[in-house]
């Protein structure tokens, strides 16, 4: 894995890679990375593909001192540490 | 006293990352972050040994308010433990990153050291994609689903950007898909600002090595027509041109009048 991300990142970069960074990985994965076919390297690397990013608008009842503990929240006890 | 750092590690995995983000990882005891992609999660895992993702509190039907308050939680109880925590987002961490700001409150509250290390949001990316200067005519933005459901005052001579396009209309915060019916009800609500005809752009940055910037142009009333994901930003450039002020044109007249009568 660590390799395959190293790869990752220098393709990202536009750097070329060695004859180091490409032994460094099996052959078939490294034509996987070089045609840049993310769903058969994620296969190959048993990524999950179902990551999200999404974010969270305030709504009406909430104000930015109480943006931490809205209506329908847990209130702040539960989000600090248990002691 | 422990010490947080959220950091923000920019939107393209490698490229954005700071040397300080990668000073105050690598300092830190422990790491939990969380990622856009499953590439970028796999290569932010590699940044420490003892990295925790934070993408297993994102569950199908399950609020993402209850999500970001459990990451948070998460982050501050490892400050009990440990004398330096980071809490690793991609983006910046300040910009639409709530665990990070419930977090940061949390042990701020508790006595401990909070620090924001900024990254290259979202934002940076789309100026620069679509070369797009906000202080040329001014830009408002605002989540889009937010923007539905509040009075806002539209500025027809400034850019518009609306984050999360796809779930614009979503009130169960549950969904990551978008939903046609609610895309056709913004399209109706925009047209009272907007002509059907305007050109908007949907507009993703790329993520890694993997992905192209995703640039597509397409009128307004055709907005259905596009696959919108949760990646999706809708930038809707202006359609008037500025208009003057006339409370200002009014204090401009009498400043000159005054100008002119201390000058005699």
Do not use: L, T
């Given at each position: 894995m660590k390799a395959a991300i190293k790869i990752i990142e220098k393709l990202g970069l536009g750097e070329t890679l060695s004859e180091q960074d490409q032994a460094s990985v099996p052959a078939d994965l490294l034509e996987m990375l070089k045609e840049r076919n993310k769903r058969l390297v994620e296969k190959y690397l048993d990524l999950t593909p179902d990551i999200h990013c999404v974010l969270l608008p305030a709504d009406d009842d909430e104000g930015e001192e109480q943006e931490e503990t809205p209506n329908e929240q847990p209130n702040e006890e539960k989000i600090t540490a248990q002691k | 006293m422990a010490r947080l750092h959220c950091v923000g590690v920019g939107i393209e995995l490698a490229a954005h990352i700071t040397p300080a983000a990668q000073k105050a990882i690598a300092d830190s005891d422990v790491v939990f972050y969380a990622a856009s992609d499953s590439i970028f999660e796999a290569w932010m895992a590699e940044l420490h040994p003892n990295a925790h993702s934070l993408q297993k509190f994102y569950q199908d039907g399950k609020s993402r308010k209850t999500s970001y308050q459990e990451m948070a939680s998460e982050i501050v109880q490892a400050l009990e433990q440990n004398q330096s925590v980071a809490a690793v987002f991609y983006g910046?961490?300040?910009?639409?990153v709530q665990p990070a700001s419930f977090a940061m409150k949390a042990a701020e509250k508790q006595g401990h050291q909070v620090i924001m290390l900024p990254g290259i949001s979202a934002e940076d990316c789309l100026y620069a994609d679509l070369n797009i200067?906000?202080?040329?005519f001014g830009c408002q933005m605002y989540e889009a689903s937010q923007f539905l459901y509040y009075q806002r005052t539209i500025d027809t001579s400034a850019y518009l950007i609306l984050w999360q396009i796809a779930l614009v209309g979503d009130q169960s915060h549950t969904r990551f898909e978008e939903d046609k019916n609610n895309v056709q009800l913004f399209i109706e609500y925009m047209n009272q600002f907007y002509s059907l005809d305007h050109t908007v752009i949907v507009y993703e940055a790329r993520?890694?090595?993997?992905?192209d910037l995703r640039k597509v142009e397409i009128p307004l009333g055709q907005l259905t027509n596009v696959a919108l994901s949760e990646k999706s930003t809708l930038v809707i450039p202006p359609s008037t041109k500025m208009k003057r002020n006339p409370f200002f044109t009014k204090q401009e007249k009498n400043l000159k009048k005054l100008k002119l009568i201390h000058s005699r």
């Open positions: - | 910046h961490p300040g910009v639409f200067d906000p202080g040329r993520a890694s090595y993997f992905d």
